[in-house]
Nanobody, 118 residues
Framework: QVRLVESGGGLVQAGGSLRLSCAAS????????MAWYRQAPGKQRELVAT???????NYAASVKGRFTISRGNVKNTVYLQMDNLKPEDTAVYYC????????????WGQGTQVTVSS
């Protein structure tokens, strides 16, 4: 059974940094594309960043230049380095493995809370 587990959230002051981690288990192959989403209270879940095997990355305009998504050396791990955090970055952050040629459905982690105080 495929399972995504996030870690690394917490409380940080504005201008600070956090690093989120996500590990996907239950797969014998490497997932080509993984992503991070976030959902703030009262708002829709939004895409933060994606990464594809071979390196291409994409970022939401609101985080570009401050966040960095990367793959780990361990198969099916992904990180989100978040620098210069702002109060508006406060949200639950979710790891995502999208439906596609490799997966017959989308998979989500349980989420990790990031709170940025002003």
């Amino acid at each position: 059974q495929v399972r995504l587990v996030e870690s690394g959230g917490g409380l940080v002051q504005a201008g600070g940094s956090l690093r989120l981690s996500c590990a996907a288990s239950g797969l014998i192959f490497s997932i080509n594309t993984m992503a991070w989403y976030r959902q703030a209270p009262g708002k829709q879940r939004e895409l933060v960043a994606t990464i594809t095997s071979g390196g291409p990355t994409n970022y939401a305009a609101s985080v570009k230049g401050r966040f960095t998504i990367s793959r780990g050396n361990v198969k099916n791990t992904v990180y989100l380095q978040m620098d210069n955090l702002k109060p508006e970055d406060t949200a639950v952050y979710y790891c995502n493995a999208p439906r596609g040629p490799q997966l017959d459905r989308v998979y989500w982690g349980q989420g990790t809370q990031v709170t940025v105080s002003s």
